[in-house]
């Protein structure tokens, strides 16, 4: 079964860091471009950050001022995203979300995870 | 940064009725522009890609259309499972951004 499980979400206090994982499984990690969503409560979805295939080219958006940063393992099908200097508007349910098949990466997303939750607080 | 906005934030129809959801960009995104379904509690849904091309497994009844900076989703006969929030998603350009989102709801 082709499917994304992300973990590491929790509460954090603002100015700390937390580093989200997500397993693929059911398809060719390495082949595919891979990003991150998040959606605070109540609100809607925002791009967070993205990686090719390869890893060799990272984006991010620019609310995020270099304090995020995308990476990915392929010998352990792994996305990842580590979040330093959190802040209270870092609270969301960040989803793991895959390319579709083809030759480019076209950077919209046709699998999702079930997503987790980060809460910055005090 | 291209800016996607989407109307009405809210649109309540009976279940049988047509749905028509709009998505502007603020700049030409071409046909780079996708379609998500998301339920309560749940991930969003890939539903259409390349403003018009249904994603697998997507039922006819929806279904996507338009070019530059209009588009619009269509739901020709809203099912009960189709009472959820829209986002359009352009990937044109970075950064990618959504829409707002519509919640259609039932009337």
């Known amino acids: 079964e082709v499917q994304l499980l992300e973990s590491g979400g929790g509460l954090v206090q603002p100015g700390g860091s937390l580093r989200l994982s997500c397993a693929a499984s059911?398809?060719?990690?390495?082949?595919?471009?891979m990003s991150w969503v998040r959606q605070a409560p109540g609100r809607g979805l925002e791009w967070v950050s993205s990686i090719t295939g390869s890893g060799g080219r990272t984006y991010y958006a620019d609310s995020l001022k270099g304090r995020f940063t995308i990476s990915r393992d392929s010998s352990k099908n792994t996305l990842y995203l580590q979040m330093n200097s959190l802040r209270a508007e870092d609270t969301a349910v960040y989803y793991c979300?895959?390319?579709?098949?083809?030759?480019?990466?076209?950077?919209?997303?046709?699998?999702w995870g079930r997503g987790t939750l980060v809460t910055v607080s005090s | 940064e291209k800016v996607m906005t989407q109307s009405p934030a809210t649109l309540s129809v009976s279940p049988g009725e047509r749905a028509t959801l709009s998505c502007r960009a603020s700049?030409?995104?071409?046909?780079?522009l996708a379609w998500y379904q998301q339920k309560p509690g749940q991930a969003p849904r890939l539903l259409i890609y390349g403003a018009s091309t249904r994603a697998t497994g997507i039922p006819a009844r929806f279904s996507g259309s338009g070019s530059g900076t209009e588009f619009t989703l269509t739901i020709s006969s809203l099912q009960s499972e189709d009472f959820a929030v829209y986002y359009c998603?352009?990937?044109?350009?970075?950064?990618?951004?959504f829409g707002g989102g519509t919640k259609v709801e039932i009337k």
């Open positions: 998603q352009q990937y044109n350009n970075w950064p990618l951004t």
């Open positions: 059911g398809f060719t990690f390495s082949s595919y471009a």
């Open positions: 979300v895959k390319d579709p098949p083809g030759d480019s990466p076209y950077w919209y997303f046709d699998l």
């Open positions: 700049q030409s995104v071409n046909t780079n």
